[in-house]
């Protein structure tokens, strides 16, 4: 089973009523984002979120998109980082997104992009495109396939744009030099994979129930490097062991394929900073699938981020 940290250290919420009563036609015209300020195709019919917006940033840098129409329709999107990027949002990915009908209750069906590796019913991608740090407003598009389990049906959503949204929680300080108020710019993993240099183009580090996880993935989600560590580790270098359970490595090659460390490679923290929340460290091991005779070497691993 895929281990991945589990992201849901919000904030209290702070509730933007939107001021847009405009009623959308059932045409595919994309509005004029001066206009419209959320909005999106779901299943071929214009929504747009007229009745609640809501962006909090939680006090660890997780960004919290929601909105909901008028229709009741609800669009709610979670990204690992508060920063303008390209965010893949699928089973592979910390952040995901999810379309549900409020107007269901409790009885409600809730779609998801992480609730199926088959990229024909779920996944895809959300933009933060501009982060105003003067005004506090965040701006970004998205488009999406979300999976029902129970049901077995997707809902497609497409051409979606947030603009100039208001955001407030513990963690709207971007800070671009270093540790402390938010999520740093500057976060990196890399490594050296099958003797191919690798950047993780998505860094996220969290503390969760005592673990210290730092994982890098490419953009569209689909290679994935993580780590697995005490929250208190300490300066030291420390072998790396799935079976272990206290320090471990993973490396997925492909959304299908997980390789991990099974006592053959190391681990050393050169720095935890505790109070500042920063964490560098270097790696190497080799990836053994569970399952198969797949192998990969990662090697030369190294990151520097803060959680």
Excluded at 29 to 50: C, E, H, K, M, R
Aim: proline residues 4%.
């Amino acid at each position: 089973m895929k281990l991945h940290p589990v992201l849901f250290l919000f904030a209290p919420l702070v509730f933007l009523w939107g001021s847009c009563t405009k009623e959308l036609s059932r045409e595919n015209t994309l509005p004029a984002q001066d206009s419209v300020n959320f909005y999106a195709v779901i299943d071929g019919i214009p929504w747009q979120a007229d009745s609640l917006q809501q962006v909090n940033i939680s006090d660890s840098g997780i960004v919290s998109i929601t909105g909901i129409g008028k229709s009741q329709d609800e669009i709610s999107m979670v990204l690992p980082a508060f920063r303008k990027a390209v965010y893949a949002v699928n089973s592979q990915t910390p952040g995901y997104a999810q379309y549900n009908s409020l107007e269901e209750g409790f009885a409600a069906e809730i779609y998801l992009t992480n609730t199926s590796s088959d990229q024909s019913k779920a996944g895809g991608t959300v933009s933060i495109t501009d982060i105003d740090t003067v005004n506090k407003t965040i701006s970004g598009t998205f488009q999406f396939k979300a999976y029902q389990e129970s049901n077995t049906t997707t809902k497609t959503v497409t051409a979606g744009f947030f603009n100039q949204l208001p955001y407030s929680g513990a963690g709207s300080v971007v800070n671009p030099g270093g540790p402390g108020g938010g999520i740093s710019t500057t976060d990196t993993l890399s490594a050296i994979i099958n003797d191919t240099a690798w950047a993780a183009d998505q860094v996220i580090a969290a503390s969760q129930n005592g673990v210290l996880i730092v994982s890098g993935s490419s953009a569209d989600g689909s290679k994935l490097v993580a780590m697995y560590m005490p929250a208190a580790v300490t300066p030291g270098t420390y072998a790396l062991n799935y079976s272990s359970g206290t320090y471990f490595a993973a490396y997925d090659p492909d959304p299908t394929t997980i390789l991990v460390a099974q006592a053959n490679g190391t681990l050393k923290i050169t720095e935890n900073d505790t109070v500042n929340k920063h964490v560098t460290g270097t790696f190497s091991f080799v990836g053994s699938s569970l399952t198969s005779s797949v192998t990969a070497s990662i090697t030369s691993g190294y990151f520097s981020c803060n959680y």
